[in-house]
């Protein structure tokens, strides 16, 4: 079945640096979407990409999609502590139709 | 517009009994799906119900089950508890928008199982 993968599984950063969270399907992907988690939180929606190669941004977030469509990336410049949290990618497609698939998450620790 | 609500926040329960956890989606979302997250294993996907078909399921046993009623409302239970199933069940709502299918969690329920 589908896997998707996300590497690292923990960071630690020092505020003010930055923070990439790479993300690794086993099947091509039809869409790709992001979520972050806070402690005690639920999985709240950050965005979607959807084309082969897009490139998105969100303030200090930036957002990829690759051009195979099997991969994606998450990079946040200069954390804040309100960067903290669980990063989660999530993706539609292969054989799982309509099943949303997520990685195992990033957990963000940020130090002030 | 309210938000997706479940039902109990919090339970306990022993060995071998049974549960049924509530998902109530946000209004004019179809598509409820359930997520049981655990520390090691993330965010696992449990099935997903559309206009009361289960569309999807996961690699769980059958022990978990689910259901959805007219009302977009779904619930899910679980049969003959074991320890391991001590987890956050996430339930989602989703509709599709201009090509985006954005999944609304709900606050979860945490179920100890003791």
């Known amino acids: 079945g589908q896997q998707v993968m996300q590497i690292p599984q923990y960071q630690h950063v020092q505020e003010g640096e930055d923070f990439t969270t790479y993300c690794n399907s086993s099947t091509t992907l039809s869409n790709i979407q992001w979520y972050k988690q806070r402690p005690g939180g639920h999985p709240v929606f950050l965005i979607q990409l959807v084309k082969s190669g897009e490139v998105k941004k969100q303030k200090r977030l930036t957002f990829q999609f690759g051009e195979a469509k099997k991969n994606s990336s998450l990079h946040i410049t200069a954390t804040q502590t309100t960067d903290v949290g669980t990063y989660f990618c999530?993706?539609?497609?292969?054989?799982?139709?309509?099943?949303?698939?997520f990685g195992g998450g990033t957990r963000l620790m940020v130090k002030p | 517009k309210a938000g997706v609500t479940q039902t109990p926040r919090y339970l306990i329960k022993t060995r071998g009994q049974q549960v049924t956890l509530s998902c109530s989606p946000i209004s004019g979302h179809r598509s409820v799906s359930w997520y049981q997250q655990t520390p090691g294993q993330g965010l696992q996907f449990l099935f997903e119900?559309?206009?009361?078909?289960?569309?999807n399921k996961g690699n769980f046993p059958g022990r978990f089950s689910g259901r959805q009623f007219s009302n977009s409302r779904s619930e899910m239970n679980v049969s003959t508890l074991e320890l391991g199933d001590s987890a956050l069940y996430l339930c989602?709502?989703?509709?599709?928008?201009?090509?985006?299918?954005?999944?609304?969690f709900g606050q979860g329920t945490r179920l100890t199982v003791v």
């Open positions: 989602a709502s989703s509709i599709r928008t201009g090509g985006t299918t954005e999944a609304f």
């Open positions: 119900y559309f206009s009361e078909t289960q569309r």
């Open positions: 999530a993706g539609y497609g292969g054989n799982a139709g309509n099943m949303l698939t």
